[in-house]
């Protein structure tokens, strides 16, 4: 039987009981005294146990005692949990909580402070970072890449004076870019690819000092900021949204860049001549837009791009043979354009699996469109402005080109960033 069945049962009767023998009122009045005596000692007898005692919160420096409360406020705000992680975020051991990384802060290397938090992949629900991540004024690192952190992004994280790598990736931001992010003048790698981020991306950003910037994967709509190419980039990821307009002629500025990509977004105009300028390049990748015109000759200038893919647009004209001598190629894909010519050197490059003209109008080739689709684009067709810049080659082209040596799998970064759960690090 139920405890607490019996108590209810045992006090009906002693009320009853009383109740019924109208002459003792005093007696049960006397008993009633000492019954309510009797509760309040037993309610007070828990505070005459000896206490329990007070959780050792000996903390390694007191830059970790100031941070303890804003970590566990934090962790009373998280809803799900599903791998029991904050379980490990109690007492004062806050260097081994798990995600947490402690380490000497360049202003004294003597004392102990919380350098880096480390949650990819614990999948947290809360509903906002405010309050938590800006209250770390050591913190260098933060990468939260699938988790399930929603709200906006606080304007006070431009108060930490350290933070140099941003990963919210795989999360539920929304609103507009945080521009507070602007003003984290030590931030180096920003990665905000798939959130649900919206409106335009302000065109400072392309000014600040970042090695790393991914922001594919949102709603960003916009026309690309002309001063796109001031970028100091290795890594730029812009597929995946819906920016519109042209490729801004200043690309050919952002020579530090290894990967860009443009994949799959609302682009018009013509490819500019000036992307033939991004000499390290190792990816572009402007595929599926709405990009025009034909090919500049200027891109066999890109002397170490691998990848080059311009499928999915409506391209036309002769594919350039001076590109098609690039010897660093492993996958130029042009497939899904309008392309009417391809030379020798390109002929061989099909062969090797190397160049993909599927889907475009050259005759006596396989797998092309068909001749009426061909003669419908004809009748469309608009011409560059810039039209002469397209058969500039700025650069020296070598007579002869060796022949590319055997290259392994290589990782890229960029194309690792179009998967959700990728680390990027
Ligand atoms: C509290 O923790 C510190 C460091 O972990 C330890 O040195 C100390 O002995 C502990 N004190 C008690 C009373 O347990
Ligand atoms: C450096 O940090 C240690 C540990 O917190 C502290 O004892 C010391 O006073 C600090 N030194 C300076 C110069 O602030
Ligand atoms: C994310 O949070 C929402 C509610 O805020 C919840 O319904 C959903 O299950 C969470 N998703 C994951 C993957 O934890
Ligand atoms: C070449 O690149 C295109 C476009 O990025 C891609 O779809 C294709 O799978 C790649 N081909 C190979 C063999 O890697």
Not at 218 to 230: A, E, M, R, T
Not at 327 to 345: A, E, I
Request: glycine share 6%.
């Amino acid at each position: 039987m139920n405890l607490y069945a019996i108590k209810e049962n045992d006090h009906q009767q002693f009320l009853l009981i009383t109740f019924l023998d109208q002459k003792h009122f005093f007696s049960f009045m006397m008993i009633l005294y000492f019954f309510i005596i009797f509760s309040i000692l037993r309610n007070c007898s828990s505070q005459l146990l000896p206490p329990l005692p007070a959780p050792n919160l000996t903390f390694l420096d007191q830059r970790l005692a100031l941070i303890f409360p804003i970590i566990q406020n934090f962790k009373s705000t998280i809803t799900l949990d599903p791998l029991g992680v904050t379980q490990s975020w109690t007492g004062p051991d806050i260097c081994n909580y798990k995600g947490f990384y402690c380490d000497n802060p360049p202003y004294n290397t003597s004392a102990i402070s919380l350098a880096s938090i480390d949650f990819n992949g614990f999948q947290l629900t809360a509903p906002t970072l405010d309050g938590f991540i800006d209250q770390l004024p050591d913190l260098a690192i933060f990468h939260a890449n699938s988790n399930n952190f929603s709200g906006i992004i606080s304007s006070k994280i431009t108060q930490l004076p350290y933070l140099y790598e941003l990963d919210l990736s795989n999360n539920k931001f929304i609103g507009t870019f945080p521009l507070s992010i602007l003003n984290i003048k030590t931030l180096t790698f920003l990665d905000i690819r798939y959130n649900l981020f919206t409106g335009i991306i302000p065109p400072q950003i392309f000014t600040q000092n970042l090695d790393a910037f991914f922001l594919n994967n949102n709603n960003f709509v916009q026309k690309l900021p002309d001063n796109l190419g001031s970028t100091s980039a290795l890594y730029l990821t812009l597929a995946n949204n819906k920016f519109i307009g042209p490729i801004p002629r200043s690309i050919g500025q952002a020579t530090n860049l290894l990967e860009i990509l443009f994949l799959n977004n609302l682009l018009t105009g013509c490819i500019p001549y000036e992307l033939g300028l991004l000499k390290k390049a190792t990816v572009i990748d402007v595929g599926y837009n709405m990009l025009t015109g034909p090919l500049p000759c200027s891109l066999g200038c890109l002397e170490s791009v691998e990848q080059l893919n311009f499928a999915g647009n409506l391209l036309y004209g002769q594919v350039p043979e001076v590109v098609c001598s690039l010897t660093n190629l492993v996958n130029f894909t042009l497939s899904n354009n309008y392309f009417t010519k391809v030379g020798p050197l390109c002929r061989e490059l099909i062969k090797k699996g190397i160049l993909n003209v599927e889907k475009n109008c050259i005759f006596g080739l396989p797998n092309q469109r068909s001749i009426v689709e061909c003669l419908i684009f004809r009748g469309q067709i608009k011409l560059c402005p810039l039209q002469k810049t397209y058969s500039v080659i700025p650069c020296k082209i070598p007579k002869f080109r060796p022949n590319r040596p055997a290259r392994t799998e290589r990782h890229l970064i960029s194309y690792s960033a179009l998967s959700k759960h990728t680390k990027l690090y």
